[in-house]
């Protein structure tokens, strides 16, 4: 927590070399990923920008450990992802990262306390409340917890992942276009929170957006197409 | 945290995991019914036959323990060479008859002279023993639960018998009569079922039946000191098959709805099992989040069941007031592990299935 000292950017938090991801189609191979190179340090926001199919869920799904790379390396913090068998991957997931996603993926049947505690019994560090009330109280959710998904707006459920993913204090959040399912107002609200998170609590955050205006809240734009980076600017 | 979830997901599911518990209860019921109603029967059935007091049984070559179920009768005159048997004191020729009219009986047909001598007499609690032909004897419980009295009317065996008196039950069976009538009624005349027989003296038992056994080879001679013990469904071959039979249907009715209420429920709930092994959940939580459910369900199935059971036994004795359902701890123990077992063998392949699924796949489920 707190601002990212400046001997952790030296080492990134997250880096990738020549990552391949290739699917199967029948006995056509797609290769959404081709040969990515990336680091991205502890502390900063990423937005991921590209036209669709150009292989930014993918990378995501790979860096987090949900899915298995078919090539080069991925890092994250320290630990070679693509020496990992799903047990370990799956470890990982719960340990160093947290996912938010375009279409929130609450559970229905519980409410938003229930949400959030389940990430906290998978990790199976037990129950902190100052950890939940903090970020709870953070992401304006104190009033909304005794309710289900159904009872919430788009804009809440899309908090109450958020609480979700932060809840173990991940070592990088990993968005798959958050906004994607909010209107404007919404989307302003998750975004400046995500912002509030990563510079108040210094958490590492890599968004998948479309919308240009939602990628000027990262501290840094990639640029995406056809399964490579094509640049990697930093915003200002 | 599992349990709460656990709790939310049934509930939100209110009729399946209604239909599921009943499957369960139901699974449960049809056990502690069939084992209570054949433990109930045979257990009264040797009561009763303890009850006549004699010290030995002779029947005909491989009879049934459960010996009403065994008509093959024997000549009548066997009995008087029984009788000339050293330290015989008394021999008592029955005739058996299965009387199906107004739920299961078995009636005795006696000779009252000489099953008074084997059992020491009836008990009467009103009206006097056999004398004419169409009489009938009934015992307390019988009269109780049929509301008869003696001067009624008693149709049986396609007969009516005019009821004589009532006696204190425990001797062999609730219904008697003559038995020359029962011989005339089932065309088997100077025929027994059974012989009774009373030693001089009880120690002497052993001895009778080894003299006996030599007179009449192959015969089944039992000593019914004992006989309680005998009357189990092991002994029974062909009750124990369907005892057997009963409880593997029970089993697997409990199996398939639960691996079917189970399968549909991981097939709807497909992202949300994304949404756990995204959040970092291992295989063996999934299954145990599986399996946790189906115990829930099992558990509550259980106690739906023990409830439906008694509630069953309730409507049995008020419809058939003689029959004994016997549900014993052990068998509310067995019912219990066996609906638990096979709903967990059930839930195995959903469990399975769920815990394999692919993180990504699952996310992108409709
Ligand atoms: N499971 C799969 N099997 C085969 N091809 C796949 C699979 N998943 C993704 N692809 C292909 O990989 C490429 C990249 O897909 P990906 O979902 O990463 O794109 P994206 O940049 O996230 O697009 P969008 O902006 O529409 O979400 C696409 O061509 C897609 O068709
Ligand atoms: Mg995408």
Redesign the pocket.
Known sequence: MGVPSVGSKLEPILKTENLWKV?R?GSLD?A?LRGINLDIFAGEFVSVM??????????LHVIGGLARASRGRVLLDGNDLTSLGDAGRTLLRRHKVGFVFQRFNLLPTLDARGNIALAQHIHGDGFDPHRFDVVTQMLGLRERLEHRPSELSGGEQQRVAIARAIINEPKIVLAD?PTGNLDTKNSENVLGLLRQLNKDLGQTIVM?T?NPEAAAYGTRVLH?RD?LVVDGAAAN | MIKHMILRNILYRPVRTLITIIAVGVEVTLVLTVVGLTSGMLSDTAKRIEGIGADIMVQPPSASVFMAFSGAPMPIEIGQRLAQIKNVQAVAPVLLQFNSTNGLDIIYGIDPVTFGQVSGGFVFHAGHELQAADDILVDDWYAKGRKVEVGDTLHVLGHDFHVAGIVEHGKGARLFVLMSTLQDLSGARDKASVFFIRCDKPEQTEKVIGLISALLPHYEVRPLRDYMSLMTSSNLPGLKTFIDSMIWLAAAIGFLVILLSMYTTIIERTREIGVLKSLGASRSYVVRVILSETTALCVAGIVLGFGMSYGVRMLFLAVFPTLTILITPIWLLKAAGLAIVGGWLGATYPAWLASRKDP?EALAYE
């Open positions: 699917f189609a797609v959404a590209g036209p669709s199919g150009c292989g930014k869920s993918t990378l276009e998948i479309h995406m399964g | 990504i």
